[in-house]
């Protein structure tokens, strides 16, 4: 049944033809849902790396049915943290603007927890014309700058910062959560708040590209044979090197690998990041040899680059557990390879790979073990295959676009009051 004249509005920093995870996905949803819904989308000009300032895109343009306004917000370097916030808080009060100047009431609005003061312009401007909005959580906030020590939890700035979200919380109409650990946490900390109904939190897990991403064997892989990667057991790691990413077990597990004599297994790093030059310094230091770091691929490599391996890493500080999903976990499964989960215990990626049986669930610091697993999947190869046979089913049936399509398309026709 099509809705499509009902309004659904997407409010993101990071749209098409952006290459971040976070512009993909929404571009993927946006375009999904157009046809089923009457779907735009307000987001900002394209912010690449340094040196592509001068690339533009129009202000207002179609994609695929979706159309798309781009306001004028301030593109300074994302590098630097001060021109960071100053782009969110211009980006969020065009977007302000826009939403008081021509939303109305039969509309539905998605928001996206990134930047993390886009909420309170929903918030604000529902005040004033009363539509519904759904909140998107991909990180959660201020927990998040919290837990990876960017910020004091004692500060008066995360006092408010808090108050100002559970206002937030309180007044969407839906909350969108990745996973059951997310759930869970945002339910602990509305506990107690009677005003909060934790019914209208639901569950929509990310997904991949299962079309665009497929097991593909080393042996007619052309980036792994152009690396040397066809002959040792390769453990990767490919995207963001950020703050909460969790790679020191990984890489002290070929530490000790090597101290036993064991030179046949490899761990690659694909991508760039605030720790990655912690990392290099860290494996110089050790004189660790089977660890190699590469730059980050082109779009169109990653098919290749994401199969050059024999297993997968995601791993994810325990601080920052229920406060996001890893998108590593979906671009994983779809490469079809066992993972290796050095995540918190009750991290979602944890959940998945023990229930699915697709991988081994490591603590964050527990070496030993890191080592032990990685050894068996390179002695026994037809084990380590079932593993990764069992991600890639993991992932066509249950992380698929067109399933979370749908269960967006639910969200908004209950939004609107059509079911």
Not at 119 to 146: E, N, Q, T
Not at 170 to 184: E, H, N, P, Q, T
Request: charged content about 25%.
């Amino acid at each position: 049944m099509s809705h499509s004249s009902q309004k659904v509005t997407i409010l993101t920093e990071y749209f098409y033809p952006e290459e971040a995870s976070t512009a993909q996905l929404l571009t993927s949803l946006a375009t999904g849902l157009q046809g089923h819904f009457d779907v735009s989308v307000i987001t900002g000009q394209p912010n690449y790396h340094p040196g592509d300032e001068d690339a533009s895109v129009p202000d207002r343009e179609t994609h695929q049915g979706v159309s798309i306004e781009r306001v004028s917000a301030t593109r300074l370097d994302k590098d630097n943290l001060i021109y960071r916030v100053i782009n969110w808080i211009t980006f969020c009060l065009l977007v302000f603007w826009r939403l008081v100047r021509s939303r109305g009431e039969d509309e539905v609005v998605l928001v996206l927890s990134n930047p993390p003061v886009l909420p309170f312009a929903v918030w604000a401007a529902k005040r004033i014309r009363g539509f519904s909005y759904a909140y998107l959580i991909y990180d959660m906030y201020p927990d998040f700058p919290v837990a990876l020590n960017m910020v004091s939890e004692d500060s008066p700035v995360v006092n408010i910062w808090e108050r100002a979200m559970r206002m937030v919380y309180r007044d969407a109409d839906r909350i969108v959560v990745l996973g059951d650990s997310m759930k869970r946490r945002l339910k602990n900390k509305m506990n107690g708040d009677h005003s909060f109904s934790p019914e209208k939190i639901t569950v929509i897990p990310n997904w991949e590209d299962g079309d665009f991403i497929n097991p593909m064997p080393k042996s007619q892989n052309s980036f792994a044979q152009e690396q040397g990667l066809a002959e040792s057991f390769t453990l990767l790691y490919s995207g963001n090197i950020g703050r909460f990413h969790e790679l020191r077990t990984a890489i002290d597990a070929i530490r000790l690998l090597e101290d036993h004599g064991r030179s046949d297994i490899q761990f690659v790093v694909i991508g760039e990041g605030a720790r990655k030059q912690e990392h290099q310094r860290y494996v110089k230091q050790q004189g660790i040899e089977n660890v190699r770091f590469l730059p980050f691929q082109p779009m169109d490599r990653l098919p290749e680059t994401l199969t050059a391996c024999d297993a997968s890493l995601v791993g994810i500080i325990p601080e920052v557990e229920g406060m996001c999903v890893s998108s590593k976990l979906y671009s994983s499964l779809a490469a079809g390879r066992p993972i290796l989960a050095v995540v918190g215990e009750d991290d979602e990626v944890s959940r998945v790979v023990t229930e699915e049986e697709c991988g081994t669930h490591v603590r964050p610091g527990d070496a030993e073990r890191a080592a032990e697993t990685l050894a068996s999947w390179a002695d026994q190869s037809d084990a380590a295959a079932t593993l990764g046979r069992r991600a890639r089913t993991a992932l066509e049936t249950k992380y698929t676009r067109s399933q979370a399509v749908e269960a967006y398309e639910r969200l908004f026709d209950q939004m609107h009051g059509l079911v």
